[in-house]
T-cell receptor, first 111, second 115 residues
């Protein structure tokens, strides 16, 4: 089956630096992508989404970039804060509800 | 609005017992989705329900697992004759219309441990 994967399982950044979390997907039919944040003991929290007709989308301190040519997705977090420490998942939303999640990247922010 | 409520938060069952996981969607949400997360894995889709109807159960194991979303009350994910491999975190999400996007929210999950 199709899968969504992440390049790095862990990422440590200094507080105040920018973080970049990467994701690769394999389903060429994918047209919708979501980034989630999951804190310990909690459910996934929606961060930002992007559709395949866009290359870039910005939110508050977060930017998602989509490169359809190489099937690559990234999440950029500006001025990373301790509260950003969590596991981040990208998910492929080729269907509107049947998402395929990657294994996640654990982001640790060093004070 | 209390958000998506799942209970129990933690559930321990012996092999062969039944597990019942409950999910109360957010007020005004009639679409419910169940996902399972194995340790250090991403979430995997199990089933999508709308009030009284199973819309898509393609992610559900064919045996021992069932789900319902009655007209009144929470959605229930039922696992019969649990085995160790069923140990996982089970999350539900709800939304006002079909789809997991900006208007959908996940609950905090039920962590099932089979001993």
């Amino acid at each position: 089956g199709e899968s969504v994967g992440l390049h790095l399982p862990t990422l440590s950044v200094q507080e105040g630096d920018n973080s970049i979390i990467n994701c690769a997907y394999s389903n060429s039919a994918s047209d919708y992508f979501i980034w989630y944040k999951q804190e310990s003991g909690k459910g996934p929290q929606f961060i930002i989404d992007i559709r395949s007709n866009m290359d870039k989308r910005q939110g508050q301190r977060v930017t998602v970039l989509l490169n359809k040519t190489v099937k690559h997705l990234s999440l950029q977090i500006a001025a990373t804060q301790p509260g950003d420490s969590a596991v981040y998942f990208c998910a492929d939303g080729a269907g509107s509800y049947q998402l395929t999640f990657g294994k996640g990247t654990k982001l640790s922010v060093i004070p | 609005n209390a958000g998506v409520m799942q209970n129990p938060r933690h559930l321990v069952r012996r092999r062969g017992q039944e597990a019942r996981l409950r999910c109360s969607p957010m007020k005004g949400h009639s679409h419910v989705y169940w996902y399972r997360q194995l340790p250090e894995e991403g979430l995997k889709f199990m089933v999508y329900l709308q009030k009284e109807n199973i819309i898509d159960e393609s992610g559900m194991p064919k045996e021992r697992f069932s789900a319902e979303f009655p007209k009144e009350g929470p959605s229930i994910l039922r696992i019969q004759q649990v085995v160790r491999g069923d140990s996982a975190a089970y999350f539900c999400a709800s939304s006002p219309t079909q789809g997991l996007g900006t208007e959908a929210f996940f609950g905090q999950g039920t962590r099932l441990t089979v001993v």
